[in-house]
């Protein structure tokens, strides 16, 4: 299994940026698929997931700035994050697997939104 993100970067204050993660090795449209992120000093968790029949789960902190979506046809689940904010900043990881389980994850890729 596979997991490979892009579209992290630097990023001012209100920006947007859009992660993408592509999956290969597993029968992707029956995982439930996640961001999650890291801040340093900070445990990883969750930003958002979807699952396989396309019912989204937000965190509070993020609930009307950022939307997952997935493409079952490429393997990819997006990340679109509008608004950001310094506090946004983090390594942002692709999860393949629900919260409960040990999952397949990407090797993350960094936000910083600073002005």
């Known amino acids: 299994v596979q997991l490979v993100e892009s579209g992290g970067g630097s990023v001012q204050p209100g920006g947007s940026l859009r992660l993408s993660c592509a999956a290969s090795?597993?029968?992707?449209?029956?995982?439930?698929m996640g961001w999650y992120r890291q801040a340093p000093g900070n445990q990883r968790d969750l930003v958002a997931d979807?699952?396989?029949?396309?019912?989204?789960t937000l965190a509070d902190s993020v609930k009307g700035r950022f939307t997952i979506s997935r493409d079952n046809a490429k393997n990819t689940v997006y990340l679109q994050m509008n608004s950001l904010k310094p506090e946004d900043t983090a390594v942002y990881y692709c999860?393949?697997?629900?919260?409960?389980?040990?999952?397949?994850w990407g090797q993350g890729t960094q936000v910083t939104v600073s002005s």
């Open positions: 090795g597993l029968i992707f449209r029956s995982y439930t």
């Open positions: 999860k393949a697997g629900s919260r409960d389980r040990l999952g397949y």
């Open positions: 979807i699952t396989s029949g396309g019912s989204t």
